[in-house]
């Protein structure tokens, strides 16, 4: 009998730049392994779930990336490969200290004799050149792959290709999977072309709302444990805002999957705490005000904890 996810991948068609991805995770992984390198599979970012195949419109998940891009970087600092699987838009990791007007804010222009030059302002000097310095590091070293995907399905096939691709590191692969991925979607087949002409063809007056029949999204962790990358060290997220179900939902999801841990949050504060979900444990992370005021980030202190589970856990393999 063919499972949801099976049906999944067989119903949905693989996106174009698949393959050209497969073989940047290949050589990226190939180049570890003959290092004997820890790598970590970090996913961040919300996927979308287009209307129409032709997207004017579409469903979005919550994330900014700010929970995976700051991730990406500490476990950068940890001597972790990184491949960092994002959505295209969200925050990414370096670059993330820099958006919206943050940059040009840093810099100065000065005109001499109508010739115009740019320079960092004295005080941002030894923060710009840090952050430059980890990201040039990152990418000489080949410390760091970063593919990206838009939606769901692109999502899906990327993380599976990603996860297939991993398995030669057996227990030195870590997933954290932390993107907010969509849990219903509209098969491809049942997708109109364009929305407005769905409306036209069936002669629904304009100012009549279509209706959109929406789908459940097979839970790939299922798979992704048992026979995508049964070796690795996996961590999944659980995001709720309703405290009282946060725990038992993550407890669930670990039974349900048997991986390695829960990261419960809560939307309204998952800046400052997280709980740390194993099969027979449960730490609370969280950081103090004062903290969060010298802009102390709590995935530093994810990144630490998991780092050290993950290195006990291969220990218990040895
Ligand atoms: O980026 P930020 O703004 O900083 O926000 C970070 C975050 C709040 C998004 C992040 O910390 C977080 O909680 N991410 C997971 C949110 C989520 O989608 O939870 P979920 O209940 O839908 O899924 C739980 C787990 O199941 C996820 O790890 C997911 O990888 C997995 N899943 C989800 C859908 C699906 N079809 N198959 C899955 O296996």
């Known amino acids: ?6 049906e999944f991948y067989a119903k949905t068609p693989k996106p174009s ?17 003959k290092e004997n390198k820890k790598v970590v599979l970090v996913t961040s970012g919300g996927t979308t779930v287009p209307l129409e195949h032709n997207t004017v419109r579409f469903v979005d998940n919550f994330s900014a990336g700010s929970r995976g891009s700051i991730s990406a970087e500490n476990f950068l600092q940890r001597d972790y490969a990184v491949i960092f699987m994002y959505r295209i838009k969200s925050l990414e990791p370096f670059s993330r200290h820099f958006v919206g007007s943050r940059l040009l804010d840093m810099l100065e222009l000065t005109t001499t004799n109508d010739t115009p030059s740019v320079s960092v ?68 087949n049942e997708m109109a072309s364009f929305l407005p002409l769905l409306l036209a063809t069936h002669k629904i007056p304009s100012d009549e709302p279509p209706s959109v029949h929406l789908q459940l999204v097979p839970k790939v962790l299922e798979p992704l444990v048992k026979l995508w990358v049964p070796k690795a060290f996996v961590i999944s997220f659980k995001l709720e805002t309703d405290e009282s179900i946060l725990i038992s939902k993550a407890r669930g999801a670990l039974r349900k999957y048997s991986h390695s841990l829960v990261i419960a949050n809560m939307l309204q504060n998952r800046r400052e705490q997280v709980v740390i979900v194993s099969k027979d444990n449960q730490e609370t992370l969280s950081l103090t005000s004062k903290q969060l005021q010298n802009g102390e980030e709590i995935e530093k202190y994810i990144v630490d904890y998991v780092v050290e589970k993950h290195k006990d856990w291969i220990d218990t393999k040895l």
């Open 17 to 33: 730049n698949l393959d050209e991805n497969e073989k940047l995770l290949n050589q990226f992984i190939a180049f570890h392994a």
């Open 1 to 6: 009998m063919t499972t949801a996810w099976e």
């Open 121 to 188: 302002t004295p005080q941002y000097v030894n923060k710009i050149s840090d952050i430059l310095k980890k990201y040039k590091d990152s990418l000489n070293q080949n410390m760091l792959l970063s593919i990206s995907f838009t939606t769901l399905s692109e999502y899906l096939w990327l993380l599976r290709s990603a996860c297939q691709a991993l398995t030669v590191l057996e227990n030195r692969a870590m997933l954290y999977l932390a993107a907010a991925v969509s849990d219903f979607y509209i098969p491809s």
